[in-house]
C-alpha cells in the first residue's frame, strides 16, 4: 500500500523552514512534525525522514535517544517528554451519568403502563365533581366518596408511582455499578499490560502508559502496539494494519522501505526495534479515539456504517479468501462489526412471557371493567328506571373512574413487573460472586447464556494445560534419551551445535529468570515453547545469555519468524570464517520433510534417508506423541562464502537441513482439570479440545483429561481431513455434512483458526438434534477474534490472552483454568432456576390475586382486595421476593441435571402443576372467607357495604390471609423440581429469610395500624392465628401436590418457550437482505468464479507438467489421519510452505480409497472442482497451493485428477 502512496512532495513544508522552527525543550521535533510524519506511509515516508533528518538514527539523535541504549531511565527528563509530547494514555469515553442509566431503564414497556395507570389515578383523585348529591341522581349518591377516600385517593396512585421509582432505581443502580466494576477492571487490564523497551541498554518491561517519545522499543510476533513508532531494525516484521486501514492482508515493514509502525496494529510475525514517535492522543489510533468522543454518538452510527462499507472494500481487494467464496466471510465480517444486539437466550423467552401474562391482564381488566359498567347501567337506568341527567355526569363519571381504577389495579396485579427485576438482581449478584471464581463477566446476559450451555469447545494450551513446558525427552545422536542426558554423554561437537541453535534461534526476548521465591520454579518469561529448549540448555549446565551476548540481536543477518502456516523459525548468522549458518526448529512432522541429514553419535553427518525418517517417525515421534509429548525438530545448515543464497528465497533456503536433535515437550494437564471435565460430562455438556497441536498429542492429552474414554464412539480429526469431510465438490461447507461429523467429535488437531470458527458456527446453526446446541469457546490468540464473538459465551484467557481476544470475549478468565468454566455453568444455571423459582410464586400470587379482584369485582361490585393492598402484596412480594428468590446461591447438585438448551420452556410441568395446585388452594380459601367468613368469625358482613363505612374486619381477614399464604408459599417456590425438602439450606441465604420475617413484620403494621390508606382495621390474637393456621396450611398442601406425579398430568401446558425457529429465520433472512445488495452478489460472485476459473487453469497446466517430468514427482497419497506409519513413502516429497497443515500420512486408508477408485466419481457438474475440494484455502498464493491440492482431491488416484483436468 505504502509504494502506492502518492509520492508527491509539493506539498511538504521546505525543509529548511522546518529545521528553523523553534524546537521544544530543547529537542529536535516539535510535537506537530512528529504528528505529520506519522501521517505518511512507505515510500513518502521514506523520503521525508530522509530529507528532515537524514535518517533513523537521525530521528534518534533529534530525540536525544540512542538506538541501542535506549533513554537514560532519568525521571526528570522522562516527566520532561511527557508534558512536551504528551503521555502514552487515551483518555475513556465519559461513562453514562446515572440519571441516563435512569431514564434508559425507565423504557421498559411494564413500567410505562404503569406510570401512564398512575398519573391517571392521581389526577382523578384530585378532581372534584362539582356536582353536588341531588334527589335525582338517586343512590347514586353512593359513588361519591367520602373525605376519608377522597384523602385516601391520591395514595394508590402514589403507591404505584412508588413501586416504579423502586424498580427504576434498582435497575439503574445496578447498570452503573456494573459500568464502575467493568472500568476498573478495565483499568487493571490496562495496568497489566506491559511492553519490553530498552533503557540504559537493559531490556525493562514497563507498563504502556510509562512508554514515552523517544524509547526505543521491542516489537514482536502476537504484540498490540501501543504507540507510533519508525522501525530502526526488523526481521521479517509483517504487519496487520487492517484496525485502522480496514486492508486485511498484512504489510511488510522495513527500515528501509515501509518504517512507519502505528499504535493499534498487530504484529502477525517477525520482531525488531522502533524509535516512539508518538503517544496516546497524538498516535494514530489517539486521534481517531479523539474524533470518535467528539463526535458523539452520530459520528459513532456513521462510523459503523463506514467500517460496513470498509469491509465489503475490503473485501472486493481479495475475493476469495477461503474456499468458502467471499460472501461467507463478507457476512462474518459485517456481523462482527455491528455489537452482539441479540437478547439472550433468557431474555428472549422472559419478554416474550412477560408480554403474554400482560396480553391475559389486559383482557381479564378490560372486561373487568366492561362487567362493572353495564352491571352499574343496567342497575341504575334499566331496573331502576331512571334518566340520565346533565347535572349528574360528573357524578356518573366518578363511577366509571372508580370502575377504570378497579381495571387498573387488575392489570397492575397481572403484570409481573418484578420479571426485568429479579432477572437483574439475579444477574448482578452472579456477576459479584463469579469475580471470587476468576470469571470476569464482561456482558451481563453471557452468565445465563453459560447456564445452557451444551458444548464447549476448549483449547489445549493453557486452558487444560499448566502452559510450563519443559523438555522431558530428547533424541541426540543416534540415542533416544527418556530423561534429560548428562552433558559428559553427549559429543561435545552436538551439544555446542545444540547450545547455539536453541539460544541463536529463538526471540531474544524469552528468558528463563531465577525464581522470585525460594524453592519455586524458575520464571519463564516470553514464548513458552521456547522457554522450554532454554532450560534444556539450562539443564545441560550450559548458559544461553553468554551466547546472546556475543551474538547480539542486531548481528542476525536474517530471520524467519514463526507463524501458524510455516510452522517453523530460523535464523541466519555470519561465520566468523565467512559462509553463513542457518539454525532452523519448527514440528518435527514439518521440519524433518526439510532435513537430508542427520548428525550420529560422533558428530558426524550422515545421510538421512525418506526410509530413515520413517523409522525415526515409527520409533521416535510416535511414541513421544503418544505420551502427549509435542515434537520439536532442531536441525541447521551451513552455507559457504563463494555465493551467497537468495535469502528471500525461503524454500530454497530451508531445506537440505541437518537435523540435530528431536525433543519432546511435555505441558502438563492442570491437576484439576480431569475432574472438572468429569463434572461437565456429567451435567450433559460434551467438551471438545480445539487445537493446534499434532494429533497424537492432541490424542494423548484428550485421554487425559478425559475428553475422550476408551470404548467410546469418537472421532478425532486434523483440520484437513475435517474441511474434507465438510466441503461439497464446489469446496462449499454443507451443513449436512457438518451434522454428520460434529456430534461424535471430540478433538480437532492441526487445526487453523478458520476450521474453530467454522466448527463453532455449525454446531450452534445445526438443527439435527431435540435441542439446539448452546456453545462456549475458549480462545487466546489474536486469531481465535473469530470464534469468540460467534459462540454464544465466548471465553478470553485473563493471563495469556491478548487484547484482540479479550476485546471479542463475553467473559475473561482471570486465572486461565478451565475448572472456572465449570464455576462459570453452575452460576448461569443458578441464574436460571433462581428466575423460575420467582416465576413461580410470582405468577402464583398473580392468578390468584386477578382472579379474586375480577370475580369479586363482578359479584360484590368491589374488589375484595383493595387497590392499595393489592399493590402492597404486589410491590412487596414482587420486589421483595425477586431479592430473596434469586440471591440462592447455587449447589453442586445444579451440576447433576442436563442443560435446558435453547427450546426448552421457562415454565416447566411440574412449575405449572404447582402454580394451578396451590392456585386452587388459595382460591378454595378465599372465596370460603369471602362468602361464609363472617359466619366463622360471627363478624359483620364486609360485602356490598356502602362506601362510607370504615374498614371491615372482614375484608381485613381476607386481606391477611393472602397475604400469609403468599409469604409461606416463598419457602415452597425454593425448590422447582419437585423436591421434598423446602427448607433444605435455607439458612445458607440470610437474605431470605431477612425478608421473610420483615415482610411478616411489616404486614403486622399494616394490618393493626394500616387504617384508612390501607383499608383495615385491626385484627384479634385468634383472628391472627387462623390467618397463620391457613398460611402454614400451604406447606402441607406442597406435600400433597409434590406427591402428584407429573407424568400423570397430561394435559398440562408448558408456557414460556423461546422464540420459534420459523420467526428467528425470518429475521436472520431480513437481516441477511439488506447486507448483501443483489447486483453486488452478482458481481462478487463473478469474481470469485473468475479466480477459480484462473487457478483451476493454473492447476491443469502445472499437473500437465508434472506427469511430463515424471508420473510420480510430488504426489501426496491420499491422506488420513488415523496414525504416523508410513510417514512420507513417495520418494520425492513435493514440500509446500503454504498449505496449512502438512498432514502425516499413512496407508490405513488404502482401501477406502480403492474403494473410492471403482465407484464412479461423484456426479459434478465439471469435474475438475478437485483443486477446491479438498478445503485448501485458494489464497493469493493459490498457485502454490494449489498442486497439493490437486493431488490430495476426494477421487484417490492421481490419475483421475489428470483425467478430469484435461
Known amino acids: 500500500m505504502g509504494d502506492m502512496a502518492n509520492s508527491s512532495i509539493e506539498f511538504h513544508p521546505k525543509p529548511q523552514q522546518q529545521r528553523e522552527a523553534p524546537h521544544a525543550g530543547g529537542f529536535g521535533c516539535t510535537l506537530a512534525e512528529l504528528r505529520s510524519l506519522m501521517e505518511l506511509r512507505g515510500a513518502e515516508a521514506l523520503q521525508k525522514v530522509q530529507e528532515a533528518y537524514g535518517d533513523v538514527s537521525g530521528l534518534c539523535r533529534r530525540l536525544k535517544t540512542s538506538p541501542t541504549e535506549g533513554l537514560a531511565d532519568n525521571a526528570t527528563d522522562l516527566e520532561k517528554r511527557r508534558q512536551i509530547y504528551g503521555q502514552n494514555f487515551i483518555p475513556p469515553k465519559q461513562p453514562k451519568t446515572f440519571l441516563q442509566l435512569v431514564w434508559e431503564a425507565l423504557q421498559d414497556v411494564t413500567l410505562i403502563i404503569l406510570e401512564v395507570a398512575a398519573i391517571v389515578s392521581l389526577g382523578l383523585s384530585f378532581y372534584a365533581p362539582p356536582g353536588e348529591e341531588s334527589e335525582e341522581c338517586g343512590n347514586v349518591s353512593a359513588g361519591t366518596e367520602d373525605e376519608g377516600e377522597a384523602e385516601a385517593g391520591w395514595i394508590e396512585g402514589a403507591a404505584i408511582l412508588l413501586s416504579v421509582i423502586c424498580v427504576v432505581l434498582v435497575t439503574a443502580f445496578n447498570d452503573w455499578s456494573k459500568e464502575k466494576q467493568f472500568r476498573g477492571l478495565q483499568s487493571r487490564i490496562e495496568q497489566e499490560q506491559k511492553f519490553t523497551v530498552i533503557r540504559n541498554g537493559q531490556l525493562l518491561q514497563v507498563p504502556v502508559a510509562a512508554l514515552v517519545v523517544g524509547d526505543i522499543a521491542q516489537v514482536k510476533y502476537g504484540d498490540l502496539l501501543p504507540a507510533d513508532g519508525v522501525l530502526i531494525q526488523g526481521n521479517d516484521l509483517k504487519i496487520d494494519e487492517s484496525s485502522l486501514t480496514g486492508e486485511s492482508d498484512h504489510v511488510r515493514k522495513s527500515a528501509d522501505k515501509d518504517p512507519m509502525l502505528l499504535s493499534g496494529t498487530h504484529v502477525m510475525e517477525g520482531s525488531g526495534r522502533m524509535v516512539v514517535t508518538a503517544v496516546g492522543v497524538n498516535s494514530q489510533t489517539g486521534i481517531i479515539f479523539t474524533l470518535l468522543g467528539a463526535g458523539g454518538e452520530e459520528e459513532e452510527k456513521k462510523d459503523k456504517k463506514a467500517k460496513k462499507q470498509d469491509g465489503a472494500v475490503a473485501m472486493e481487494m481479495q475475493p476469495l479468501k477461503s474456499a468458502e467464496g467471499g460472501e461467507m466471510e463478507e457476512r462474518e465480517k459485517k456481523k462482527a462489526n455491528v455489537p452482539k444486539k441479540e437478547k439472550s437466550v433468557l431474555q428472549g423467552k422472559l419478554t416474550k412471557l412477560a408480554v403474554q401474562i400482560g396480553k391475559a391482564g389486559l383482557v381479564m381488566s378490560a372486561i373487568t371493567v366492561i362487567i362493572l359498567v353495564l352491571y352499574f347501567v343496567i342497575e341504575t337506568f334499566v331496573v331502576g328506571g331512571r334518566v340520565w341527567l346533565a347535572e349528574c355526569t360528573p357524578v356518573y363519571v366518578q363511577y366509571f373512574v372508580k370502575f377504570f381504577i378497579i381495571g387498573v389495579t387488575v392489570l397492575v396485579v397481572a403484570v409481573p413487573e418484578g420479571l426485568p427485576l429479579a432477572v437483574t438482581i439475579s444477574l448482578a449478584y452472579s456477576v459479584k460472586k463469579m469475580m471470587r471464581d476468576n470469571n470476569l463477566v464482561r456482558h451481563l446476559d453471557a452468565c445465563e447464556t453459560m447456564g445452557n450451555a451444551t458444548a464447549i469447545c476448549s483449547d489445549k494450551t493453557g486452558t487444560l494445560t499448566t502452559n510450563r513446558m519443559t523438555v522431558v525427552q530428547s533424541y541426540l545422536g543416534d540415542t533416544h534419551y527418556k530423561e534429560i542426558p548428562a552433558p559428559s554423554a553427549l559429543t561435545p561437537k552436538i551439544l555446542d551445535l545444540l547450545v547455539h541453535a536453541i539460544s541463536i534461534n529463538s526471540a531474544y526476548t524469552t528468558k528463563i529468570l531465577p525464581p522470585e521465591k525460594e524453592g519455586a520454579l524458575p520464571r519463564q518469561v516470553g514464548n513458552k515453547t521456547e522457554c522450554a529448549l532454554l532450560g534444556f540448555v539450562l539443564d545441560l549446565k550450559r548458559d544461553f545469555q553468554s551466547v546472546r551476548e556475543q551474538i547480539p540481536e542486531d548481528k542476525l543477518y536474517k ?5 501458524s502456516v510455516r510452522k517453523s523459525m530460523s535464523t541466519v548468522i555470519r561465520m566468523p570464517e565467512g559462509g553463513f549458518r542457518l539454525f532452523s526448529k519448527g514440528a518435527s512432522e514439518i521440519l524433518l520433510k526439510k532435513c537430508t541429514n542427520i548428525l550420529n553419535s560422533n558428530g558426524e553427518l550422515r545421510n538421512f534417508r525418506p526410509r530413515d525418517r520413517d523409522d525415526m517417525v515409527k520409533k521416535i515421534i510416535e511414541p513421544m506423541a503418544c505420551d502427549g509429548l509435542r515434537t520439536i525438530c532442531i536441525a541447521y545448515r551451513d552455507f559457504s562464502a563463494i555465493q551467497e543464497p537468495d535469502w528471500e528465497n525461503e524454500n530454497e533456503v530451508v531445506g ?18 480431569p475432574e472438572a471435565i468429569r463434572k461437565c460430562q456429567r451435567a450433559g455438556i460434551t467438551v471438545r479440545m480445539v487445537t493446534g497441536d499434532n494429533i497424537n498429542t492432541a490424542r494423548a492429552i484428550a485421554a487425559k483429561c478425559g475428553i475422550i474414554q476408551p470404548g467410546e464412539d469418537f472421532l478425532c480429526l486434523e483440520g484437513k481431513e475435517f474441511n474434507r469431510r465438510i466441503r461439497n465438490e464446489k469446496g462449499e461447507i454443507e451443513q449436512e455434512r457438518l451434522d454428520k461429523v460434529w456430534p461424535k467429535l471430540r478433538v480437532l488437531a492441526r487445526s487453523s483458526p478458520t476450521d474453530k470458527h467454522t466448527l463453532v458456527k455449525g454446531i450452534i446453526d445445526s438443527t439435527t438434534g431435540e435441542q439446539r446446541q448452546v456453545v462456549a469457546v475458549t480462545g487466546d490468540g489474536t486469531n481465535d477474534g473469530p470464534a469468540l464473538k460467534k459462540a454464544d459465551v465466548g471465553f478470553a484467557m485473563g493471563i495469556a490472552g491478548t487484547d484482540v481476544a479479550k476485546e471479542a470475549s463475553d467473559i475473561i478468565l482471570t486465572d486461565d483454568n478451565f475448572t472456572s468454566i465449570v464455576k462459570a455453568v453452575m452460576w448461569g444455571r443458578n441464574v436460571y432456576d433462581s428466575i423460575s423459582k420467582f416465576l413461580q410464586f410470582q405468577l402464583t400470587v398473580n392468578v390468584v390475586a386477578v382472579i379474586v379482584a375480577f370475580t369479586g369485582a363482578c359479584i360484590t361490585q368491589d374488589s375484595p382486595l383493595k387497590a392499595v393492598q393489592m399493590l402492597w402484596v ?33 415454565i416447566s410441568r411440574t412449575m405449572m ?3 394451578l395446585g396451590h392456585a386452587v388452594y388459595q382460591l ?10 363472617e359466619l366463622f368469625f360471627n363478624i359483620d358482613s364486609g360485602r356490598n357495604a356502602p362506601l362510607h363505612s370504615p374498614p371491615s374486619e372482614h375484608y381485613t381477614i381476607i386481606f391477611n390471609t393472602f397475604v400469609m399464604m403468599q409469604l409461606f408459599n416463598e419457602i415452597n417456590a425454593r425448590k422447582i423440581h419437585g423436591e421434598r425438602n423446602v427448607f433444605h439450606g435455607i439458612f445458607g441465604n440470610p437474605i431470605f429469610c431477612t425478608i421473610v420475617l420483615g415482610t411478616f413484620a411489616i404486614q403486622i403494621v399494616i394490618v393493626q395500624f394500616g387504617g384508612k390508606p390501607f383499608s383495615c382495621s385491626p385484627l384479634s390474637t385468634e383472628q391472627w392465628l387462623w390467618c397463620l393456621f391457613v398460611g402454614v396450611g400451604e406447606l402441607v398442601w406442597g406435600q400433597v401436590i409434590a406427591t402428584i406425579p407429573t407424568s400423570q398430568l397430561k394435559c398440562l401446558k408448558e408456557a414460556g418457550h423461546g422464540p420459534g425457529k420459523d420467526e428467528m429465520t425470518d429475521e436472520e433472512l431480513a437481516e441477511g437482505e439488506e447486507e448483501i445488495d443483489h447486483a453486488e452478489r452478482e458481481l462478487r460472485r463473478g469474481q470469485i468464479l473468475w479466480f477459480r476459473g484462473l487457478n483451476r487453469i493454473q492447476t491443469q497446466i502445472r499437473v500437465v507438467k508434472a506427469f511430463r517430468s515424471s508420473l510420480y514427482e510430488g504426489l501426496e497419497k491420499p491422506e488420513s489421519k488415523t496414525s504416523i506409519h508410513n510417514f512420507m513413502a513417495t520418494p520425492e516429497f513435493l514440500i509446500n510452505d503454504y498449505t496449512h497443515n502438512i498432514p502425516l500420512i499413512d496407508d490405513t486408508d488404502v482401501d477406502e480409497n480403492e474403494e473410492r477408485l471403482r465407484a464412479p466419481p461423484p456426479p459434478s457438474p465439471n469435474q475438475n472442482n478437485n483443486a477446491i475440494d479438498s478445503g485448501i484455502y485458494l489464497t493469493t498464493h493459490g498457485t502454490k497451493s494449489a498442486t497439493s491440492s490437486v493431488f490430495s482431491s476426494r477421487p484417490g488416484s492421481p490419475l483421475h485428477s489428470v483425467e478430469t483436468s484435461l
Open 559 to 563: 530471520v524467519y519468524t514463526f507463524n
Open 656 to 673: 537440505d537441513l541437518t537435523c540435530i536433535a528431536v525433543v519432546g515437550i511435555e505441558d502438563p494437564v492442570r491437576p484439576e482439570v
Open 913 to 915: 402443576k404447582n402454580i
Open 924 to 933: 378454595t380459601i378465599i372465596f370460603t372467607l369471602l362468602f361464609v367468613g
Open 874 to 906: 404486589n410491590l412487596i412480594m414482587d420486589t421483595f421476593a425477586s431479592l430473596a428468590l434469586a440471591t440462592e446461591p447455587p449447589t453442586e447438585s445444579l451440576l447433576l441435571r442436563k442443560p435446558y438448551g435453547r427450546d426448552k420452556p421457562l
